[in-house]
């Protein structure tokens, strides 16, 4: 395989300056061509910068080449051309790119095609922003593997580092930058940070953790100067507050928005985002899912029949994968969330609505409900895992209807209910009065049997016989 890479002027597309554009091209085995453009541009000579474009044309010259400050044979810029030096130097490193990835296809033994090289070619490197970088490699090669969220996830972490720190190279990042990083995310915004908490940042961190990782993979960034080798990322403890779920008598407040008594404080959007919220504590389901449930692709009934009551009854259903995580999840529904789903049966079942236009409305009816929270579908999710764990629901079950992969029910909400401390301390109270009784009973059998110990000692061995047998007849 023979391949070629040249430099050249489009003499055919000038600017209305007159300036034209440098070229790299690529010939393989004389019969395939790539052209990509330099961004970098060479002037008409002095002599010919008062022609128009026609009268250019015009000119009886054999290599219009000659008409600008550009050496056909060296292939560079010549004096005249302004920075030419800076041209040059560019050219010379555009070249030994181009070079390398030659060089690199040869030495694996394996034929290059057009479209390898211009992959490599124009894959952002170590030396490039880092911006430009990850942009790049999510566009490209991440965006189809990897859930929505978790693609707005990283781009948001580039989006806050070029905020941070724009123009920065992906060489940059070391134990100072990650420092300074931290830092800035910590800061309140008056003081021109981004007032994140520890528990965004520690997510934050993560993220640029698993960058880094992929562009060492990449061969873009160097092990040796891995930052978070002595860069440990803060443990974030995952025990939520009180603001961060409801317990039963909260969630009473805010259905009690929908009676006919209060339900003319709230607008028409707040009712919708009431109801909408409500279905999320009942089922557990993020905004997403709540947010594109379909009657016909995710909401199904059938008959179950129950083996303590031994009774057959039709029970409604949701089945879908879930947007964030892409698990799939069985949620059996309860009366209230059915009633909260309407009549109709066709279509999606709430309308759809911006995260940011219910959270406004949100704000509003935790105003109206008289709660000190700060209410959002991760609170009524939260809600929804306190609740099941208040009432008696097996870990199993709830990690089952959260679609959680590991034990993160028991490890995060398992703890939270405060009404939880007093339902099991009457367990405790029922226990000591229920062994108070049995001890009770206990002396009173005691007493009994002493008493009859007289009795027994008249009867003859035939009547202890029979005794004993009417004793067994009692006990079946």
């Not at 008409?67 to 070249?95: F, H, P, V």
């Not at 929908?258 to 557990?284: D, M, N």
């Amino acid at each position: 395989m023979k391949a070629k890479i040249h430099f050249y002027i489009r003499t055919d597309r000038p600017t209305k300056e007159g300036s034209v554009q440098i070229y790299l091209t690529l010939t393989i085995n004389r019969k395939q061509r790539l052209k990509i453009s330099t961004g970098k541009y060479v002037p008409l000579k002095k002599e010919y910068q008062k022609l128009s474009k026609e009268q250019i044309q015009t000119l009886l010259i054999e290599n219009k080449e000659n008409l600008y400050y550009w050496d056909t044979q060296k292939e560079r810029a010549t004096k005249g051309a302004g920075n030419s030096e800076g041209i040059n130097y560019y050219l010379d490193t555009e070249r030994a790119k181009a070079s390398q990835i030659l060089l690199k296809y040869e030495l694996l033994d394996r034929p290059i095609s057009i479209q390898l090289f211009k992959n490599s070619y124009l894959k952002p490197n170590g030396s490039n922003n880092l911006f430009d970088y990850f942009t790049h490699e999510l566009e490209t090669n991440r965006k189809h593997l990897i859930a929505n969220n978790t693609y707005k996830g990283y781009k948001s972490v580039i989006g806050k580092i070029n905020k941070f720190k724009p123009n920065l190279m992906l060489a940059d990042i070391d134990y100072k930058f990650l420092s300074q990083f931290e830092n800035y995310m910590l800061k309140p915004i008056s003081e021109k940070g981004l007032g994140n908490i520890p528990n965004t940042i520690s997510k934050t961190m993560r993220m640029l953790k698993t960058l880094i990782l992929v562009a060492i993979r990449n061969g873009d960034f160097s092990k040796d100067f891995y930052p978070f080798k002595d860069y440990k990322i803060k443990y974030v403890n995952p025990l939520l507050t009180t603001r961060d779920y409801l317990e039963p008598d909260d969630l009473l407040k805010i259905e009690q928005l929908l009676s006919p008594e209060k339900i003319s404080v709230l607008t028409e959007g707040e009712i919708r985002a009431t109801k909408r919220f409500l279905f999320s504590c009942y089922t557990g389901l993020r905004f997403s899912d709540v947010n594109n449930l379909n009657w016909q692709q995710h909401v199904f009934s059938k008959q179950i029949f129950n083996p303590t009551t031994k009774e057959i009854s039709f029970k409604s259903y949701i089945e879908l994968v879930m947007t964030k995580t892409s698990q799939p999840v069985f949620i059996p529904l309860i009366n209230k969330a059915i009633e909260i789903m309407g009549d109709r049966k066709d279509g999606n079942v709430f309308q759809s609505i911006t995260n940011q236009k219910i959270n406004e409305h949100l704000k509003s009816i935790n105003n109206k409900a008289g709660l000190n929270k700060k209410l959002s579908f991760h609170v009524a999710r939260h809600s929804f895992a306190t609740i099941c764990f208040l009432y008696g629901i097996p870990e199993q079950v709830g990690q089952k209807l959260l679609g959680h992969k590991n034990r993160k029910f028991t490890e995060i909400y398992t703890h939270l209910s405060k009404n939880k401390l007093f339902y099991e301390m009457d367990k405790l109270n029922r226990g000591f009065s229920e062994y108070e009784l049995v001890v009770e009973q206990a002396d009173t059998q005691k007493q009994n049997l002493k008493e009859m110990l007289p009795m027994l000692q008249d009867l003859s061995a035939e009547k202890l016989e029979q005794l004993k047998g009417l004793i067994k007849l009692l006990g079946k």
